[in-house]
């Protein structure tokens, strides 16, 4: 079974920014696809970005398209999430996953396994 743990969010104004982590209990990390979502209250949860196992190929959600980073350290089993110019529309609870699918997935339905989530408010 793998864990996930998310950590890093937290209250910003308008055009901050906050980098968000996610650690993954198990060594076989290194293996698989990578992503972030997130939920805002009344919404459905929607993709935000991904990684493939090797950190070189990432995809993003238009909306986040040059504001947000996703990377990752398979020497720590994490992945981060570096989010600039947060908008109020970013507010979300924020999750990480993980998928056994090949390649870089967008449906929350394609991921195996999911972090607690950590909250993400933006005032304006």
């Known amino acids: 079974q793998v864990q996930l743990v998310e950590s890093g969010g937290g209250l910003v104004q308008a055009g901050g920014s906050l980098r968000l982590s996610c650690a993954a209990s198990r060594r076989t990390f290194s293996s698989y696809t990578m992503g972030w979502f997130r939920q805002a209250p009344g919404k459905e949860r929607e993709f935000v970005a991904a990684?493939?196992?090797?950190?070189?190929?990432?995809d993003y959600a238009e909306s986040v398209k040059g504001r947000f980073t996703i990377s990752r350290d398979n020497a720590k089993n994490t992945v981060y999430l570096q989010m600039n110019s947060l908008k109020p529309e970013d507010t979300a609870v924020y999750y990480c996953?993980?998928?056994?699918?090949?390649?870089?997935?967008?449906?929350?339905?394609?991921?195996?396994?999911w972090g607690q989530g950590t909250q993400v408010t933006v005032s304006s």
């Open positions: 990684i493939r196992w090797s950190g070189g190929y990432t």
């Open positions: 996953a993980q998928t056994r699918r090949v390649g870089l997935r967008s449906s929350p339905s394609d991921y195996d396994y």
